[in-house]
Structure formats: structure tokens, C-alpha cells
């Protein structure tokens, strides 16, 4: 078996961003898995609804709109740190800037994590109470579980562009990252409507 | 950030570029040999994070799963070979056939076609290792440290008792008080984690590390394969996460998730439990498709007909095996026109598997057939998997399914298409792909008598089922009454079992004599096509000395005689592959492979440690968090060295 | 590897001629799907041979196509070009032709299996008949408690473990379980429905010729799930009604002194705190209802026919005969034990 050289690669750089990283594909199908997690407990919440003839049960009020609105809106709102960090890193701006911006982002998960708890306790339920106590809590508490996921990552790589020795790679974290975070806010989102607001209507 | 326009590509010099000196090759070589080289002993052992080494381990250890299996499925048929038997009590029998069904299916089926491909797919596809190599190696502790905890449980008389299915109220706090469903819920937990790690590695690898010229249409058959197999395990995993998390709380917290005084439902499990478990056996099965096709393509000599095709059916049967879970729930208060339209999904995926089937014939028929073990274990998933298929068409029909559900036939249906339709192809892999992991050839003599004691072992043990589910016999059943009439069947299974032990017997003789004294297969002793026979028998740690260039759908069989088109450019001093563009490979950047490290074996140990000990005290859950945050932490550290690519200059402050 | 296509063969048709010979066991017979007794397990029965025999064309065809084509493969003399890897245009004509009639008929049979199936799910889905007999059966771990309900509460009727109907009669049958998932599976009769803790499930039969049949809980539900049969007794309307008065009756009141010296060691004793007779001060519910036990044909959910001395080993220790029922070991004296059975077979 002889070989013939016809490509030459030395010259490629070896780092890249977005679709072009592996990193990024780990992230995205990390992101497909726990989706799909999260879209099987919301079918798992309306399955439950048809064992009750009133929902939320008898006895149980309606969860807080107040608290969690403005858990919401926080965590609409810790986008948009994100995404300038994440602009920062693909402009290979220096590392201390985009670790300012990451830190605030780790200050409003702090606070939604915070949140969270006012949260479960305005569900007005428990967990060991009956299906729906048991269903609410395991989607709040599993997404509290991206949020601090989320927000103790989102810190590590914040320290590390203070501390360093920060690599190009760290960048492309970076911007992975704010992929990430987009999905646990989306999540939310999504899973807000489906427990605080979809609840009256149904 | 320069692309193809940078590189020199053949259509633009007038001679073709000139061969590589061998000069040059041993030079690389021994670069590559030096950086490359796996730690020894045991720490090199317990740090290692290339592919090939972890795939064995992952090979090996679902073998020894399932010789465990085997032979908790002797003890089943020892048991039932008589009416009224006492070889054991119902309480020890429930326990072995759920750890036999939970072994074959969580610690053997699903790992062992994973493993494979990891240890092909990175060498299909013509790359150095998979995308996250340190991931690579927690899956497999994971997997390990699942089966442990599974076996420790049952060798102590807490080994599950509800079924491999598990399902609620039996499996419930209520019905089924102690530990003993809890370890198989955790148990779940570490074999998910691995088999979730396992399809992200395998996507990752083959979407952004193909060698340059793999476009889309060129990937291997059986690379496909394991793509859709992993986007199956991406979406179907996380429901028996879920189902199995609410399980374990029901138990252990007091949630009431299948509790119908609490408003909880017994049917929400089995919506939750066969959502994963229908795909699951396509996730057995699809791989098993790729294998068959690897084989096909090998010993006929032909590339496979219908590329398209093949591809379409493949992924045709993982959108609709989506779409089948409520045919195991027939017997259940469901809605009678959703149930037809599952008979019709369910009917439908036989559509896909014929076109397979009638691709691989034509194949066959235009080729030059060679009769090897690997061959004949081909055509003996015809003969075995056609037969379960035809009875899955069958019990797809609601009227005809309530009659046979939860009896035996089941029992001969699903050995049929497990056995028939997935280990077959495995075994035709393995001896396919033996003489490229271990250098040696395995002896075609013991693998004649391999696959003729397995196959008739097979036809003797499974195929009676079908008759004693029609006579009558339940499944999951400890024993019956004499004037039932079903001893005579019973006893011919249990018969046949013997012929199924000592073709397994025959098999590890097989593979343990070869290693000495097979004789040397060289790199590519059967003349098949795809990359991985392009490189020395068993490869190098680096795989391939230089990145191959390809110029068509079957790489060996479309370059020139005795040449390989190549890349160079890539570091040898540093672990580094090449990565390339999803459509066309057309390369895109270099990339640096995570080198060995403890700390995959330590997140399992911590991690995994806690995860066992939340069984029996919620702070196991906290402990484990914090541990994974610090091992995870110092995973993802920075550490400066000459191999890190270019550090970021610090603006003085 | 010479000679191997021939060994196949001669293999394959002593291998079939084998296995054809026990498909005709489960014609007759004791709980088997194939001996139809009531029109939806006739119905059934009908579509198992029609799909059978599709099934066994389809892979007589399938697999006579993968032999041909092997037979060809190895048969053809070798190409001159030595490594022609694709096939020839030729050939890809005839193998594109085989493909789509191969999946054209896939797709063609597949249909008719979905028609016939779903025809014949309809035909099953209605009740055959009119006024139905209603009867409840609620599954526990391992016994069928059976009622069959009644506007007047002294008509009900609760019995275990065995189901009398009339024959030509449709019986719906409401079903639930106290426990865990159970399944009630008469295959001479009627495909199985499962009986689901928080549901009601629904099925109906029709016995159209007298005669007994077995049925077995076809869920797994615990440790003894292999021992929770039941039987269906279908006899003609008068004997149905007769048995139906009789069963509603209260137990008699024992006349003798053998007798009553067992009622007194059945009612001091722990069997009323699980057991019911009527008519006595018996009302425990935790196990089958007693009234009228001696007219039951097995006892232990079919586990054993109704004798003395099966009566007798099981009073006294259940464990060894159905491990890890609910039922406890009794110490009873012989003298006691006597009196108890000579009682108990005054329960008609």
C-alpha cells in the first residue's frame, strides 16, 4: 500500500466556531436530549390533568402568577448579556470583557435560582401531595437543575477568562455556552406557560 | 478559517502529486507511534482514552453480560423444562427472568452495537478518535459501574423481581417494598447516561470528522447505520429517564406519578416505558442492519444495491419505530381507533425492513458468494429474522394480539427477531471484524460449528414457543400444572438451550485459541472496501498514518491498486485530527484530541457512587452533585502546554 | 466450501417436516386459542390460519428467492475482469425489477393483513347478542373475585375463582383490580383484557357450546401470577339459573354436632377476619368469599381440584403450596381440622 499526498492541511486553523466545532454538536444534542425530557414531563403534566375533575385539584389554588412572571422576565432578560458576551468571544475581543459580561449572567441565574424557590412554594402543593403536586415539582425542580448547571458553568468559564491562561478554544466555549443558556431560558419558557399559565385554561 | 480554496487540490497540477517516500512514512510513523503511544500497566488502563481501547472493553464486558444472561435464560428453561419443577422458587425465578431480561437488554444488546461502532466508526470514517474522547471513556465506567451495581444487588437477594419492564403498581413502593426496584431504576440511570454518551461520541464523529471526499452519499452503510441509531437513542432514552426518575420517586420520596388514589395512573408508565422500549429494539436492530450490510458487500465481492434505498429504509424504521409503542399496550383500556392506527404503523415498518431484505438478495445474486462463518451468519439472519418479522405482522393485529399477548408466542417472536435479527448479524461481524482487532484470522472449522449449533439451537428452543403461546402457556410463569399438556414443547426448548450454551462455548474457545495461533490476516485479508481495512490488522493507536483521501462509495475498492490518495499537514506531536465540513468533508480545521486522564474513572466512581448510594439516602443526590461539579470543573480547567492551541494575549491592565 | 447448498437443503426440508408435526397440538384442547368456543375466539382462530397461511407463503417465497439467488451467485462462472466490485447494467435492470416487485408485494400483502385484522377487530368490538349478563370481576393477588350484580341486594352473588354463564348467552364482563395490573385471558373464548388498578376495563364472550373452560391471569402480577387461573363453567339456562338461586342462598346452618363444631373453630379461629360466609358472622373481605366453597370445582384459583385432602393441606400451609400468598399457615388440630372440613363441605 503506497500513499499519495494530495491535500496538504497545515495551514487550517484549529480552532473554529458554532456548527464548525465539534463542542457545538455535543452541546446541540445535549440540548435535543434534555428537550426531549422536558416535552415528555409537559405530556406527562396534561396526561395527569385527565385523572382530576378540576385541575389544579380540589383544594389546591391556582400557582402564583407573581413570582414566577417575574422569573420569566429576569430570565428573558439574562439573554441578552449572554449573547454580548458571546459576540465578544466570536470578535476574539479580550478576555476580561467577555468574563464582566459573563458574570452578569451568572448574577441573574443566581436570582432565578433564587426565584425558584418562591416559585415551588407558590405552587401551592407538594410534592408528595397527589399527580400534580408530583408533576409540577419534577418540572421545576428538574429545570432548577439546568439553572444551576447553567449558572455554575457560565461562572467557571467567567473565571477562567479572568484568571486564565485563556485559549482561543475557551472562545468557542464561550459562544456554546450562550447556546446553552438560550436553551434553559427557552425551556422555561416554554415550561412556564405550560404550569403557571395554560393551568387557568384548562 | 481558510478553507479548501488554500489547498492544493489533484485537478489543479497537470501529473498526478507524487507518492510519499517510505522514507517520510517511517518518520511519521514513529512520530505518530511516539505521541500516540497508550500509557502501560494499570494506570494506562484506567486513564486510557482511545476508542479502540475502550470499545474492547465495552465489547467484552457486554460478551460477559451476556454469557450472564445465557445463563440466567438456563436457568428459565431448566425450571420449565417440567410441569410443577422445584429447581427454583418463584421468588428467585422472578428475579432471574427480570435480570435476564434486564441484562440482554440494558447491559448487553444495546452496549455491544454501540461499542462496535465506536471502535469502526471513527476507523469507517477515516479519522483518529472519536469527537470527545475523555466522554468516550466515562461511558464506558458508567456501563460498568451499572452492571456492577445490578449484579452486587442480585448476588445479595435484592436483584428486581417486577420484570425487566417494571411495570407499576407491582413495581411500586406498595408491591414491591425494599431496594430491590430501586437498584434497577438507578441501574437504568448509569446505562442511559453511557448509551446517551455513546450517540452523542458516534454523531459528533461522523458528522464534523470524516475524511476528506466522504461526502454524504459515500458514508458506509454501516456508518449510516450507526447515525440513526444514535438520533434514535437521543430521542428515545430520555423517556425511560424520565419514567424511571418517577419511579424511583414514587419509591423512594412518595411522588405520585402511578399511584391512581393520588390521581396518578399505572398507564402513564407504560405510555412512558414503551415510548423508550419500542425504539429500543430498533436501536438493537439497526446496527444490526449496518453489519449485515458490511458483510453482504465483503463476501459477495459487490458494493450493496440500492444505496438510497438502504438508507431511506433505515431511516424510515427508526422515524416509524417511534410510532409503535401502544401494540404492547393492546390489552389496555386504550381508545379502539387509536388502536387501529397503530396496527397500521406497526404493519408498515415492514415495508422498510422488505426493502433491505430484497436489496441485499439482489446484491447476493450479482456477486460472488463466499461461504464463510461471517457469510453464513448472514444468511441465517434471513432464515431467523424473516420468521419474526412475519410473526410481528401477525401480533400487530389487535384481535389476533389479544389473544397471544403475554404468552409465549411473544416469548418465540422476539427471541426471533432479537436473536435472528441482531445477534446473528453480530456474530457475522464479529467474525467479519476479528482479524482487523486482533491481527489473527479465527478458525473457519469452530465457526462452522458455532453457527450451526446456534442456528439449530435457535429453531429447537424458540420456535415450539410459538405453539405453547397458542396451547395456552402465559409468559413470566414459575411453573404449571401436568394436565396442561405443555411439558412435551417445554422440554424440547429446554433441549435446545443446550445447543444455544455450547455454541457459546465453541465461540470463546474460538476467539481465545485464534489469538495465538490464528494465522496473520494482514490488513485487509477478506479484499472488503470501507477504510478500516486500510490500515494495519489490529491498527495503530493513531488508526490511520496519514488521513485518507476518498474518491468514492467504497474506498478500497474505487483507489487505484495497491495506492491510497492521503492528507498531510496534520501535527505529530500533539494528538491531532482533522475536522471537516458536514455535507461534502471538505476540511475545514485541524482539531486536538483530549489525551488520557483519571478524571473520566473518578466522575464515574463519585458520580456514579452517588447515584447508587441515593437508593438509600436522598443526600446522595447533594454529595453527587458537588462531586461532579468539582471533577467536572478540573475536566474542563485550562492547562497551558505546548500542545494548547494559541493562548489568548492578556491586555495589561 | 463444496456441497454446502445441498446439505442446506435436505437440512431445511427435515427441519420443516419436523415442525409442522406439533403445529396440530394445539388444535384441541384446554385453553388454547386454537379451539374456539364462542364466536370471538372463532373469529380469532379463523385469522390465525388465514395469517399463518400468508406468513408461510410469504417466506417460502422470500426465502426460495435468497436460495435461488445464492444458487446463481455461486453457479455463475467467474467474470474475466477480476475486480468488478458493481454490478453490471444488465444486471441492475433485472435486480431493480426484483426489488420493486418485492416491496409491491410487501406493501399489497401487508394491506390485506391490515384489512383482515381490521375487519375482524370490528366484528369483535359489538356485543353478539342481546341482554348481556353482567358480572364483575375484580383481580387481587392471585384470586378472581367474581360478582354478578343484582338490583336486589340479596341476589347478589359473590363467588371466586369460578365463572358460571349460560351458554348462547353474551356475558359483559366490568373489570378492575384492588392491587396490581391482572389480566383475564379464557383463550377457548375471548382474547384477553387487562384488569388495571384506577380503571375500568370492559369485556364480553359469548360460550356457545357447554363445557368447561380454563383461563389464567395473563398479566404478571407478583409471585404466584403462575397460579391465578379460573374457570368458565357454560351449561344450559336452567342449570345456569339454578346454580345462580342456589348461590345466592346463605349458608346453611349446620345440623349436625361434627359440623358445628367446625363452624365454631371457622368462626373463633383467624378464617373470618379474611373470609366471607354469608349467613354467619363471617364477613372478612381480605379473602375469597366462602358461601358456597364445596361447589367450586378447584381450590387456589385453580391451582388444585376441590378435595378433602387438597382442602386440608391448604388450610393448614398455603406458603407450600402457593409461596407468598397472603393466606398464613394455620395450627389446627386434627380433631379441629376434621369438624372444619366436614363444615367447609357443607358450603354447596
Known amino acids: 500500500m503506497r500513499r499519495r499526498a494530495v491535500l496538504d492541511v497545515a495551514i487550517l486553523d484549529d480552532h473554529s466556531f458554532s456548527y464548525r466545532a465539534p463542542i457545538w454538536w455535543g452541546n446541540l444534542l445535549m440540548i435535543f436530549i434534555e428537550g426531549a425530557a422536558f416535552a415528555l414531563m409537559v405530556v406527562a403534566y396534561y396526561y395527569i390533568r385527565r385523572n382530576f375533575n378540576t ?6 389554588y391556582l400557582p402564583d402568577m407573581g413570582v414566577s412572571s417575574v422569573n420569566v422576565i429576569l430570565q428573558l432578560i439574562s439573554v441578552a448579556p449572554m449573547w454580548y458576551a458571546a459576540k465578544l468571544a466570536f470578535a476574539h475581543e479580550p478576555p476580561e470583557e467577555v468574563g464582566r459580561w459573563l458574570m452578569l449572567v451568572v448574577a441573574f441565574g443566581i436570582a432565578a435560582i433564587i426565584l425558584r424557590a418562591f416559585e415551588l412554594r407558590g405552587l401551592h402543593t407538594r410534592y408528595d401531595s397527589n399527580a400534580y403536586g408530583s408533576i409540577t415539582w419534577m418540572i421545576l425542580i428538574t429545570h432548577l437543575a439546568h439553572l444551576i448547571a447553567g449558572s455554575l458553568e457560565t461562572l467557571l468559564i467567567a473565571l477562567v477568562m479572568f484568571k486564565g491562561p485563556v485559549e482561543r478554544k475557551h472562545y468557542t466555549d464561550t459562544t456554546v455556552m450562550a447556546v446553552y443558556w438560550y436553551f434553559v431560558v427557552g425551556s422555561w419558557v416554554a415550561l412556564w406557560l405550560v404550569v403557571f399559565v395554560s393551568v387557568r385554561f384548562i | 478559517m481558510a478553507y479548501s480554496q488554500a489547498l492544493p487540490m489533484r485537478e489543479d497540477t497537470p501529473e498526478p502529486p507524487p507518492l510519499i517516500t517510505v522514507d517520510v512514512e ?28 475502550i470499545a474492547k472493553r465495552y465489547v467484552i464486558t457486554a460478551l460477559i453480560f451476556f454469557a450472564l444472561g445465557g445463563l440466567e435464560a438456563g436457568m428459565i428453561r431448566m425450571q420449565l423444562s417440567r410441569p410443577e419443577n422445584r429447581f427454583i422458587g418463584p421468588d428467585l425465578y422472578n428475579q432471574i427472568f427480570t435480570m435476564h431480561g434486564s441484562t440482554m437488554m440494558f447491559l448487553f444488546a444495546v452496549p455491544v452495537m454501540e461499542a462496535v461502532g465506536l471502535y469502526l466508526v471513527p476507523l469507517m470514517v477515516g479519522t483518529r478518535n472519536v469527537a470527545f474522547p475523555r466522554l468516550n471513556a466515562l461511558g464506558y465506567w458508567m456501563y460498568l459501574g451499572g452492571g456492577i451495581l ?31 426496584m430501586d437498584i434497577w431504576a438507578q441501574m437504568i440511570t448509569f446505562t442511559e447516561i453511557a448509551a446517551l454518551i455513546g450517540a ?60 391512581p388514589a393520588e390521581g396518578g395512573d399505572a398507564l402513564l408508565w407504560q405510555h412512558l416505558f414503551w415510548f423508550f422500549g419500542h425504539p429500543e429494539v430498533y436501536i438493537i436492530f439497526i446496527p444490526a442492519l449496518g453489519m449485515v450490510s458490511s458483510v453482504v458487500e465483503t463476501f459477495t465481492q459487490r458494493r450493496v444495491f440500492g444505496y438510497p434505498a438502504m438508507i431511506l429504509s433505515m431511516v424510515s424504521t427508526a422515524f416509524l419505530g417511534f410510532g409503535l409503542w401502544v401494540h404492547h399496550m393492546f390489552a389496555t383500556p386504550l381508545p379502539q381507533l387509536g388502536q387501529s392506527f397503530f396496527t397500521a404503523a406497526s404493519s408498515a415498518i415492514s415495508i422498510p425492513s422488505g426493502v433491505q431484505i430484497f436489496c441485499w438478495i439482489a446484491t447476493i445474486w450479482s456477486g460472488r458468494p463466499r461461504f464463510t462463518t461471517s457469510f453464513m451468519f448472514v444468511l441465517g439472519f434471513f432464515f431467523l429474522f424473516i420468521i419474526g418479522g412475519l410473526t410481528g405482522v401477525m401480533i400487530a393485529s389487535v384481535p389476533y394480539d389479544l389473544q397471544v399477548h403475554d404468552t409465549f408466542f411473544i416469548v418465540a417472536h422476539f427471541h426471533y427477531v432479537l436473536l435472528g435479527g441482531a445477534v446473528f448479524p453480530l456474530w457475522a461481524g464479529f467474525y467479519l471484524w476479528y482479524p482487523k482487532l486482533t491481527g489473527r484470522m479465527l478458525s473457519e472449522r469452530l465457526g462452522k460449528w458455532n453457527f450451526w449449533l446456534f442456528f439449530i439451537g435457535m429453531n429447537v428452543t424458540f420456535f415450539p414457543m410459538h405453539i405453547l403461546g397458542l396451547m395456552g402457556m402465559p409468559r413470566r410463569v414459575y411453573t404449571y400444572l401436568p394436565e396442561m399438556g405443555w411439558g412435551g414443547l417445554n422440554a424440547l426448548a429446554s433441549f435446545g438451550a443446550v445447543f444455544i450454551v455450547a455454541s457459546g462455548v465453541v465461540f470463546v474457545v474460538n476467539v481465545l485459541r485464534s489469538l ?26 493513531y488508526n490511520h498514518l496519514f488521513i485518507p483521501v476518498v474518491e468514492g462509495r467504497d474506498p478500497l475498492w474505487d483507489a487505484a491498486p495497491g495506492e491510497l490518495s492521503v492528507v498531510t499537514g496534520l501535527r505529530t506531536d500533539r494528538h491531532e485530527g482533522l475536522v471537516t465540513s458536514i455535507m461534502d468533508a471538505i476540511p475545514e480545521r485541524r482539531y486536538e484530541f483530549k489525551k488520557e486522564t483519571i478524571l473520566p474513572l473518578l466522575l464515574a466512581v463519585f458520580g456514579g457512587g452517588s447515584i447508587a448510594i441515593a437508593v438509600f439516602s436522598p443526600w446522595g443526590v447533594t454529595i453527587g452533585a458537588i462531586f461532579t461539579f468539582i471533577i467536572l470543573a478540573c475536566w474542563f480547567w485550562p492547562t497551558i502546554s505546548p500542545d494548547s492551541d494559541t493562548p489568548v494575549a492578556r491586555r495589561p491592565s | 466450501m463444496t456441497g454446502w447448498p445441498t446439505f442446506a437443503w435436505r437440512n431445511t426440508l427435515t427441519w420443516c417436516a419436523l415442525c409442522c408435526a406439533p403445529l396440530t397440538v394445539a388444535c384441541s384442547g384446554f385453553q388454547s386459542v386454537l379451539d374456539p368456543r364462542g364466536p370471538r375466539a372463532e373469529a380469532v382462530a379463523k385469522l390465525h390460519w388465514t395469517l399463518t397461511a400468508i406468513a408461510t407463503v410469504v417466506y417460502v417465497v422470500v426465502i426460495s428467492a435468497l436460495v435461488f439467488a445464492v444458487w446463481r451467485a455461486w453457479r455463475r462462472p ?9 454490478e453490471t447494467p444488465e444486471q441492475a435492470g433485472a435486480m431493480r425489477r426484483g426489488v420493486i416487485i418485492g416491496v409491491a408485494a410487501t406493501v399489497v400483502i401487508m394491506l390485506i393483513f391490515i384489512v383482515v385484522s381490521v375487519s375482524t377487530g370490528s366484528t369483535l368490538a359489538k356485543v353478539g347478542g342481546d341482554k348481556p349478563l353482567r358480572i364483575d370481576v375484580v383481580g387481587h393477588q392471585w384470586w378472581w373475585e367474581v360478582k354478578y350484580d343484582d338490583p336486589d341486594p340479596h341476589n347478589i352473588v359473590s363467588t371466586a375463582n369460578e365463572i358460571h354463564v349460560p351458554v348462547g348467552r353474551p356475558v359483559l364482563v366490568k373489570m378492575t383490580s384492588t392491587d396490581v395490573i391482572h389480566s383475564f385471558w379464557a383463550p377457548n373464548l375471548a382474547g384477553k383484557k387487562d384488569l388495571i388498578p384506577g380503571h375500568e376495563t370492559v369485556t364480553w364472550f359469548r360460550a356457545d357450546s357447554a363445557g368447561i373452560y ?59 377476619m379474611c373470609h366471607t360466609i354469608s349467613g354467619t358472622g363471617a364477613g372478612g373481605t381480605i379473602g375469597p368469599d366462602l ?8 381450590i387456589a384459583a385453580g391451582t388444585l381440584p376441590m378435595t378433602t385432602g387438597n382442602l386440608a393441606g391448604w388450610i393448614l400451609d398455603p406458603q407450600s403450596i402457593k409461596p407468598g400468598v397472603k393466606m398464613p399457615p394455620n395450627q389446627i388440630d386434627p380433631q379441629s381440622l376434621q369438624a372444619l372440613l366436614a363444615y367447609l363441605g357443607t358450603l354447596k
Open chain 2, 26 to 53: 517511517n518518520d511519521v510513523r514513529a512520530k505518530l507511534t511516539a505521541t500516540w503511544r497508550e500509557k502501560s500497566g494499570l494506570w494506562g488502563w484506567l486513564t486510557s482514552t482511545n476508542h479502540k481501547s
Open chain 2, 200 to 259: 452523542v461520541e458516534i454523531i459528533t464523529t461522523v458528522f464534523k470528522q470524516r475524511a476528506p471526499g466522504m461526502s454524504l452519499n459515500r458514508i458506509p452503510l454501516f456508518v449510516w447505520a450507526e447515525v440513526i441509531t444514535s438520533f434514535m437513542i437521543i430521542f428515545a432514552l430520555p423517556a425511560i429517564v424520565v419514567s424511571s426518575t418517577m419511579l424511583a420517586t414514587d419509591r423512594l420520596i412518595d411522588t405520585h406519578f402511578f399511584n
Open chain 3, 78 to 86: 467467474p467474470v474475466l475482469e477480476e475486480h468488478q466490485y458493481h
Open chain 3, 291 to 298: 358461601t358456597h366453597l364445596a361447589s367450586r370445582r378447584t
Open chain 3, 214 to 272: 380454563r383461563g389464567q391471569c395473563a398479566e404478571f402480577c407478583g409471585h404466584q401470577h403462575a397460579k391465578m387461573a379460573f374457570y368458565v363453567v357454560a351449561e344450559p339456562r336452567l342449570e345456569f339459573e339454578k346454580w345462580l338461586d342456589q348461590q345466592r342462598s346463605e349458608a346453611k346452618t349446620p345440623t349436625d354436632s361434627l359440623t358445628q363444631a367446625g363452624e365454631r373453630v371457622f368462626l373463633s379461629g383467624p378464617c373470618a
Open chain 1, 55 to 60: 385541575w389544579p385539584p380540589e383544594r389546591t
Open chain 2, 516 to 541: 495465538s495461533v490464528g494465522a496473520p490476516a494482514g490488513d485487509n485479508p477478506w479484499n472488503a472496501p470501507t477504510l478500516e481495512w486500510a490500515t494495519s490488522s489490529p491498527p495503530p493507536s
Open chain 2, 150 to 180: 445490578l449484579y452486587a444487588a442480585f448476588f445479595v437477594n435484592t436483584g428486581p423481581d417486577a420484570g425487566w419492564f417494571a411495570y407499576v403498581p407491582l413495581s411500586g413502593p406498595q408491591y414491591t417494598p425494599g431496594k430491590r
